[in-house]
């Protein structure tokens, strides 16, 4: 790999009168202006769950319903692209519901000037991505802003689906003795958008690993639905965020295992050079999953026979002790804190 770039990673003030990037993270400065601003006027007990899905009863059915906006920069990179990305993140919001995606929106934000064969190109992509993953695009909007108001294409979906009977995840469900599986290799999609955005070239192409997760899903219920208490995506802000939401929200202790995170040699080496932490690095085609210790390893089984799920490991367990936090144990034998992002290694990464 060969690159002269230098990255500075200044943590944000968590006090400020300004939007800055780092509220975009899904980190500390996220879950503070969710907390100071969103939900201290939206609050409900639907949306107080904080999970990437509402789950709602309506007609004698559970309605999964998630919105999400998609800003990624570039539009393009190897291994996806800002249209199936915003098929694939949509669908997954839903899946980690266990939930079976049906129908999508797709409200797009173009700059003026934006080249028509671009924008062709992404609709057709988010078109072939919806197809592959079995839902419709059903309703939607486009809106123009001027030149120098936007950045090409920011895209807005929301979607719906079903959520089969008897499957029940919650954030708060996850119970001391539980383990923590993930199903494969970490930091794949945030070093490949880097790689494009920076231009930094690798002796192995890191592509993202952006994809639908609902099959993978599907195939974990199936094997054995009531031993899973949540399912996560770990997008923004990366494993180590999604686990610290998890930790404060069922009220635990996450001990991982460093020697048992699946990263591949080129990611951490990227990571090395660039002084990031793969833990924090942005998924797009991974999920993790807290379990009961009795159905792991039939779990993980039935995980490793799935296409997206080959590479999965049990990565951690969850404790009584230190409620709320996310401890690694080092591949040196020593333990380290894994806190909330604080800043944003990576804006405009979804």
């Known amino acids: 790999m060969n690159s002269p770039l230098m990255l500075a990673c200044p943590v944000p003030f968590q006090t400020t009168s300004r939007v800055l990037l780092g509220h975009g993270s899904g980190g500390k400065l996220s879950a503070q202006l969710l907390n100071d601003v969103f939900l201290r006027v939206f609050r409900n007990p ?9 789950i709602l009863k309506i007609g004698g059915m559970r309605l999964a319903f998630t919105t999400d906006s998609f800003v990624v920069k570039p539009m393009f990179f190897r291994g996806g692209d800002i249209g199936s990305l915003a098929v694939h993140g949509t669908v997954n919001d839903l899946a980690m519901g266990g939930a079976e995606p049906l129908f999508l929106s797709a409200g797009y934000i173009l700059e003026e000037g934006l080249d028509l064969a671009v924008l ?11 197809k592959d993953a079995g839902v419709d695009i059903v309703t939607g909007d486009t809106k123009v802003v001027e030149r120098g108001s936007g950045d090409g294409i920011f895209i807005n979906t929301t979607g719906i689906g079903l959520v089969p009977d008897g499957v029940n995840l919650s954030a708060s469900s996850a119970r001391p003795g539980d383990r923590v599986i993930v199903s494969g290799f970490l930091g794949d999609h945030g070093i490949a958008i880097l790689s494009e955005r920076e231009g930094i070239s690798f002796d192995t192409p890191i ?16 094997t054995n639905q009531t031993v899973i208490r949540t399912m996560r ?16 929200s069922s009220k635990v202790g996450i001990e991982l295992s460093e020697t048992s995170i699946p990263i591949r040699e080129e990611v951490r080496g990227a990571c090395e050079m660039l002084g990031l932490d793969p833990l924090y690095v942005a998924n797009e085609g991974k999920l993790i999953a807290i379990v009961e210790p009795s159905g792991a390893d039939q779990l993980l089984a039935a995980m490793r026979a799935h296409p ?13 002790k230190h409620a709320g936090m996310v401890t690694e144990r080092t591949a040196f ?8 992002l604080s800043g944003d290694q990576l804006p405009r990464i979804c």
């Open 333 to 340: 034998g020593t333990t380290r804190i894994v806190d909330m």
């Open 233 to 248: 995506d770990p997008t923004r802000g990366g494993l180590a965020s999604s686990l610290n939401e998890i930790a404060a």
């Open 308 to 320: 997206l799920g080959a590479n999965a490991q049990i990565i951690g367990t969850v404790t009584a």
């Open 120 to 130: 062709n190109r992404v609709a057709e992509s988010m078109a072939l991505a919806a």
């Open 207 to 222: 592509e993202s690993d952006s994809a639908a997760l609902h099959t993978l899903v599907r195939a974990m219920l199936a």
């Open 46 to 54: 639907v949306l107080d769950r904080l999970e990437d899905q509402a």
